[in-house]
């Protein structure tokens, strides 16, 4: 005999197994997510990998509506409906983590819009990925790779490779790496976020957060802990683009006195204050004099301490002091994360001190910007010296700006090499 209430439930259960069922299905598309021209953007490893990645998260999800679709043939009375409801609801939550896995790789693909930001993009794949090679492949580690894309803001991020991803049964298939539109042709915030990679792939963090607690002064010593991952990947984009690196920051993290020198707690980075002069303090270190000391002259003027709120000063007073150890910690002092060797040995900030890279344009002269030989062996250098360019040369600005813009598109393939 029929049972009106059960029929009833019935119908409206199986309304929802049908639309997330189908909802699953429209995710393995992944065209209609991003173009085809946008996956043609991408190096053919790259889009395979994650292509491949993001086809495995679809098709968990399919085998999971699946079973829901049984449970439902199979469900004969209210109880065994509910227990079906039940999960309908929680398919309903992993179809959204998986979703949300799916639209941000297909959304970063999506932003290779044309050819020429294309270009730039696998250039900046490029870019990150050499940085993180040259580091650990002396370290017997694999380099993930990088997928680059542009968005809105003032700063960089990255998702990490090897993270669990939101659909909590994958992991990242590359080190996704953000970079914001302002700075595409002065990106070294890129290689920043891949220090945040490199760190994470031999857990530098962590040692040298108990190198900062150790060897800083009471007062100093815990917040500098705190702002270890910062401190590192500041280290990291420091040894790879030198002083190019310390202007860039100091551009993006510019403001009012009252914003520089703020101190959010939990915050992971220094405050903005102190992580210039921390750049400024690893360029004096590793080469001495410089027009860094312009820029930390014209930072100081511009945001005195006496004007900071009440107890923010003597806090940045008693963190001041220590920049010299600081960068002694994280780039000259050997560690077990680099199996006994310091950051300075297996990147040498040297190789960016602006005489090297003076001579490196003179010795080559324009091979360095036509030669794809040059520009592959020397992309980071590259990227140094036009970072730099900009930084004590501002009123050439587009013109180095234009040059940079060529050699990438030529390091990304989009243009012919000379």
Request: hydrophobic content about 45%; charged content about 20%; some cysteine.
């Amino acid at each position: 005999m029929a049972d009106p209430a059960l029929d009833a439930s019935r119908t409206q259960v199986a309304r929802q197994v049908a639309h997330w069922a189908a909802a699953a299905e429209r995710l393995r598309n992944l065209d209609e997510m991003a173009s085809s021209q946008a996956w043609a953007g991408l190096e053919s490893y790259l889009g395979i990998s994650v292509r491949r990645h993001l086809t495995g998260v679809v098709d968990r999800l399919l085998g999971q509506a699946a079973v829901l679709r049984a449970e439902l043939e199979t469900a004969e009375t209210g109880q065994a409906l509910e227990l079906v409801r039940r999960h309908v609801l929680a398919f309903t939550r992993r179809y959204l983590r998986a979703e949300i896995t799916v639209d941000f790789y297909t959304d970063a693909i999506q932003t290779r819009t044309s050819p020429r930001i294309a270009g730039l993009l696998r250039a900046c794949d490029t870019l990150a990925y050499r940085s993180l090679a040259q580091a650990l492949d002396r370290l017997d580690r694999p380099t993930p790779i990088v997928l680059s894309y542009v968005d809105t803001g003032l700063g960089a991020s990255i998702l990490k490779a090897g993270l669990r991803l939101w659909d909590g049964a994958s992991e990242s298939p590359a080190a996704a790496i953000k970079i914001a539109r302002h700075n595409l042709l002065r990106p070294t915030a890129l290689i920043h976020e891949a220090g945040h990679q490199f760190a994470h792939a031999c857990a530098w963090t962590e040692e040298l957060a108990t190198a900062l607690r150790r060897d800083l002064p009471p007062g100093a010593a815990e917040p500098w802990a705190g702002w270890a991952s910062e401190v590192a990947a500041d280290a990291f984009a420091f040894v790879h683009t030198g002083y190019a690196s310390v202007a860039a920051l100091h551009d993006v993290v510019t403001g009012e006195t009252v914003d520089v020198h703020r101190v959010i707690p939990g915050d992971p980075h220094p405050p903005a204050y102190l992580r210039v002069l921390l750049g400024v303090q690893m360029c004096r270190t590793c080469y001495g004099a410089g027009p860094w000391d312009d820029l930390a002259e014209a930072w100081i003027a511009a945001h005195p301490v006496r004007d900071t709120a009440p107890g923010t000063d003597a806090f940045l007073r008693d963190c001041l002091p220590v920049l010299a150890e600081v960068v002694r910690l994280s780039i000259d002092t050997p560690m077990k994360a680099f199996a006994g060797r310091s950051l300075s040995a297996l990147v040498p900030p040297a190789r960016a001190h602006p005489k090297a890279l003076d001579d490196l344009e003179r010795r080559l002269g324009p091979a360095l910007y036509n030669s794809m030989h040059w520009i592959w062996t020397e992309a980071l250098r590259l990227l140094a010296l036009t970072g730099l360019r900009v930084a004590t040369q501002p009123g050439r600005a587009s013109e180095t700006l234009r040059v940079q813009e060529e050699w990438m598109l030529r390091l990304g393939a989009a243009v012919p090499a000379a």
